[in-house]
């Protein structure tokens, strides 16, 4: 029904034909964020997007995740610019990383998202030549010409692109919803869309993340009489975490605490960057002496203070999140507290988010989420705009983007149940090339699209063989067994002696493995063996059986072999 990467093996792509546009979506697929489509035309790549995805439990100490730049590196001179749809880390965030191997790639953008990216930039020292654009402006880049259209989201100025080459027109969406009341007035534009599928697309790419909704997403206005609810009743002091790009959240706090003669101060690096760019451009109203430092807010009765935070999504080093272990150097929880998660549960975060969540309510602090309360609206369509959205793009072939596997093939079947025929549905994974060769998409091959991980300053030098260590380290400790060999005979002549951490707190619990380890090295040195490297997995072999038959455990092991 629907054309997909369902073969083990798919081999790269030949050649681009002449007069064909290629897409390579390398990152978005499969997970909810690492944003990043690259287009090749005439010889010439434009990219949208380059975001960033943040790890889960199963990847420690990793700090991002970025798109896999290896299949455009050698041709970053072909690159003429990057759209950006706008300013969330998912699809800005790994702007700096690409701009580290070429700094002059222009960076096209609305005011607002060139502001969130040029103040990233400026902590790396890279000063970067950035396009703006607004809704209603087309701009040639190279043979690419984009044509900017007005989304609404849960970030101010978002776009969406439609990219016309002589392979015929391409709509990029970006993330959008369409709020008919939305704070700042702007719509998606609907009007916009149905002109360009009355003109013919060629080929949509559209936000996937809620197509599982049913229905029509609600206003973003609806919170502000929830937040005037939670506020009247809060006799202490409240505390709002929120997205720290998310200006009509935090417009609405600001304007219930001002209702509610409370002042606001902002906590968290990131929140208090973004709202200064969002007041200095105007998208972000501040009455006069509404908002305080930090200083002022802690010397303020409870009843008078609103601390507007970043950590909606649980992460340990947040504002919220040090509040909730009680290690923020200003702020400590205290009974009388109302807290207000106003944000949604990005997924794979729902155990960090919940166990702050029990933090603060062991700490005394009346915890308001969005399962209790109505504090948050989604900023992606469901399936009825969706649906809405395809009727009027109508086009010749679709490819979902931006969402779990389960979006993308939820969208696939709106899109076949909207008409689009389902030869032309195209489902996609990170690294997949999709040709539109005489107005029909297909998939022609496959990059090279592997996660590249940030550990610290380090790029790209964990990978999954060292997270699988670490993985092991977490759950089972490791073991290091140290043994003194003759180097002439293999004989035992000093140890074994073992040394763990995370297994045991009993310093007598290998007591029992020990003449093992010497058993099978004895038995070695008489079979002749002495070489070190196969003396340390006799080592490894005797000891992991040893304790996966006592302890049914599987820590990692270190043999050391020392010849004398």
């Given amino acids: 029904m629907v054309s997909e990467s369902s073969e083990p093996e798919v081999t790269a792509p030949g050649p681009l034909a002449a007069g064909a546009l290629r897409v390579i979506p390398l990152g978005g697929l499969g997970a909810i964020g690492r944003n990043m489509t690259v287009f090749e035309f005439d010889g010439r790549l434009l990219i949208v997007d380059c975001g960033v995805l943040f790890p889960d439990v199963d990847q ?65 020292r890279i000063e970067p030549y950035t396009l703006t654009v607004h809704e209603g402006q087309t701009e040639l880049l190279g043979p690419f010409q984009c044509e900017f259209f007005a989304v609404n989201h849960s970030i101010p100025d978002a776009l969406a692109v439609a990219i016309r080459t002589s392979a015929g027109v391409v709509l990029h969406t970006g993330d959008f919803k369409m709020d008919q009341l939305p704070l700042d007035g702007r719509l998606t534009d609907v009007p916009g869309f149905a002109r360009l599928g009355a003109d013919g697309v060629d080929l949509l790419l559209a936000d996937s993340t809620n197509a599982e909704v049913p229905g029509f997403v609600a206003p973003e206005r609806e919170i502000g009489p929830v937040l005037d609810g939670i506020f009247r009743a809060a006799r202490g002091r409240i505390i709002v975490a929120s997205f720290a790009s998310h200006v009509h959240r935090v417009q609405q706090v600001l304007d219930s605490a001002a209702a509610h003669g409370r002042k606001v101060a902002f906590i968290g690096r990131s929140m208090v960057r973004n709202m200064g760019i969002a007041r200095d451009l105007g998208l972000l109203r501040i009455p006069g002496g509404l908002v305080v430092g930090l200083d002022e807010a802690t010397t303020l009765p409870p009843e008078q203070i609103v601390l507007m935070s970043t950590g909606s999504q649980g992460e340990p080093m947040s504002a919220l999140g040090r509040m909730a272990t009680g290690d923020h150097r200003h702020i400590v929880i205290a009974p009388g507290d109302t807290v207000v998660l106003a944000s949604s549960l990005v997924p794979g975060n729902e155990t960090a988010v919940y166990r702050v969540i029990n933090q603060l309510s062991r700490a005394g602090a009346f915890v308001v989420h969005k399962d209790v309360a109505k504090v948050h609206v989604s900023g992606h369509s469901p399936a009825g705009e969706l649906l809405y959205l395809l009727n009027v793009v109508k086009p010749s072939n679709f490819l979902p983007v931006h969402g779990e596997w389960r979006h993308l093939r939820a969208h696939a079947r709106l899109a076949v149940e909207s008409g689009v025929a389902p030869e032309r549905v ?121 304790v996966n038959d006592t302890y049914r455990r599987r820590p990692l092991i270190f043999p050391n072999v020392v010849e004398v």
């Fill in 60 to 124: 420690p100490g990793v700090d991002l995740i970025l798109p896999d730049f290896s299949a455009i590196l050698d041709r970053l001179d072909d690159v003429q610019a990057i759209v950006l749809t706008h300013g969330h880390e998912d699809h800005i965030g790994a702007v700096p990383y690409l701009l580290a191997h070429k700094a002059d790639i222009p960076l096209v953008g609305s005011q607002f998202t060139l502001a969130l990216v040029e103040a990233k930039l400026a902590e790396r």
């Fill in 426 to 546: 195209v489902l996609c994974e990170d690294g997949d090339v999709v040709d539109l060769v005489d107005g029909q998409a297909r998939l022609v091959g496959h990059v090279k699209s592997r996660y590249v991980y940030v550990d610290g300053l380090a790029v790209g030098d964990v990978g999954e063989s060292l997270l699988t260590e670490r993985r092991i380290l977490g759950d089972g400790g490791f073991i290091a067994a140290t043994v003194v060999v003759d180097s002439v005979t293999g004989k035992v002549v000093g140890g074994p002696t073992v040394s763990a951490k995370g297994f045991s707190d009993d310093p007598a619990v290998f007591e029992g493995m020990l003449p093992l380890v010497t058993e099978a090295l004895d038995r070695a040195a008489t079979d002749g063996i002495t070489d070190p490297h196969q003396l340390q997995q006799i080592v490894r072999r005797t000891v992991g059986r040893w």
